[in-house]
């Protein structure tokens, strides 16, 4: 009888811990957080390789041109037009 006894009260002692003693950081009204994987490596747009900077770097910096959403489709963002060479080695914006 004291085994179950123990062994309801270890049960009742791990479910408390592991839902009922979540914590949370407390944001200003103000800020807005976002959960990423790791700190990015760089904020420089000219040498990010990973995924995780370069989804922060489209939210910071503009491009001459963008990817239309879900697609690889180019679409505008800073340049109103440009011209890509017959051999496509050169796009003058």
């Known amino acids: 009888m004291l085994k179950k006894q123990i062994r309801?009260?270890?049960l009742v002692?791990?479910?408390l811990l592991s839902f009922g003693l979540t914590?949370?950081?407390a944001?200003?009204?103000d800020v807005l957080a976002v959960a990423k994987i790791a700190e990015p490596n760089?904020?420089?747009p000219a040498t990010v390789?990973?995924?995780n900077d370069f989804r922060i770097l489209m939210n910071v910096y503009y491009g001459l041109v963008r990817y239309l959403s879900g697609t690889l489709d180019v679409d505008p963002d800073l340049?109103?037009?440009w011209t890509i060479s017959d051999y496509g080695k050169?796009?003058?914006f």
């Open 8 to 10: 309801v009260m270890l």
């Open 13 to 15: 002692s791990f479910l």
């Open 23 to 25: 914590t949370q950081a």
């Open 27 to 29: 944001i200003p009204k």
């Open 42 to 44: 760089s904020m420089d």
């Open 49 to 51: 390789t990973a995924v």
């Open 79 to 81: 340049a109103e037009s």
């Open 90 to 92: 050169v796009y003058t």
